[in-house]
T-cell receptor, first 113, second 109 residues
Framework: DAGVIQSPRHEVTEMGQEVTLRCKPI?????LFWYRQTMMRGLELLIY????????DSGMPEDRFSAKMPNASFSTLKIQPSEPRDSAVYFC???????????FGPGTRLTVT | QQPVQSPQAVILREGEDAVINCSSS?????VHWYRQKHGEAPVFLMI?????EQKGHEKISASFNEKKQQSSLYLTASQLSYSGTYFC??????????FGKGTTLSVSS
């Protein structure tokens, strides 16, 4: 398997613009997780899905953030409008179980100017 | 609710040993350990389950004391390839993993 795929790998955008991050999980994995990593806060869970259904979105910082999983092989994380404090590395991870080993994608480095 | 890792950073010479600790204020079902190299994604090392089970991975092993809600990662005879940031992830019942802030390990020759 190719592993978890994320796109784009790097994104530079101006404040106020919409940003969409994409993730393709490993086939057969029922759980998908979105994380944000910064030096200050470390690795924060934003939201996770089970069988395409959002289970816990308590980590989503504001209404500007939204995530969808329209099918088992695709998920998006959208930020609208983006702000400089959203600059971070965003990871997507998938797993066959909520508490089993998680396989992380390469991440998307987002810079909002 | 975020687990606390200690120390924040460790500097070693090749061949030396290190211990990284992870503690939680919540009762735990499991503890996970991941390693992240600079500019890369976290990579899974091991899972420890309730029962104090100790698991090993080459020269890296770990223990889990569920009564104390603590886990320790043991790195013996460290190698240059061990350098990176180590994260513990804890699993309070009913939630997904919550990761600590990480411990940075630097191994030099």
């Amino acid at each position: 398997d190719a592993g978890v795929i994320q796109s784009p790998r790097h994104e530079v955008t101006e404040m106020g613009q919409e940003v969409t991050l994409r993730c393709k999980p490993i086939s057969g994995h029922d759980y998908l997780f979105w994380y944000r990593q910064t030096m200050m806060r470390g690795l924060e869970l934003l939201i996770y899905f089970n069988n395409n259904v959002p289970i816990d979105d308590s980590g989503m910082p504001e209404d500007r953030f939204s995530a969808k999983m329209p099918n088992a092989s695709f998920s998006t994380l959208k930020i609208q409008p983006s702000e400089p404090r959203d600059s971070a590395v965003y990871f997507c991870a998938s797993s066959p179980s909520r508490t089993y080993e998680q396989y992380f994608g390469p991440g998307t480095r987002l810079t909002v100017t | 609710q975020q687990p606390v890792q200690s120390p924040q950073a460790v500097i070693l010479r090749e061949g030396e040993d290190a211990v990284i600790n992870c503690s939680s204020s919540k009762a735990l079902y499991s503890v996970h350990w991941y390693r992240q190299k600079h500019g890369e994604a976290p990579v899974f090392l091991m899972i420890l389950l309730k029962g104090g089970e100790q698991k090993g991975h080459e020269k890296i092993s770990a223990s889990f004391n569920e009564k104390k809600q603590q886990s320790s990662l043991y790195l013996t005879a460290s190698q240059l390839s061990y350098s990176g940031t180590y994260f513990c992830g804890t699993d309070p019942a009913g939630t997904a993993l919550i990761f600590g802030k990480g411990t940075t390990l630097s191994v030099s020759s």
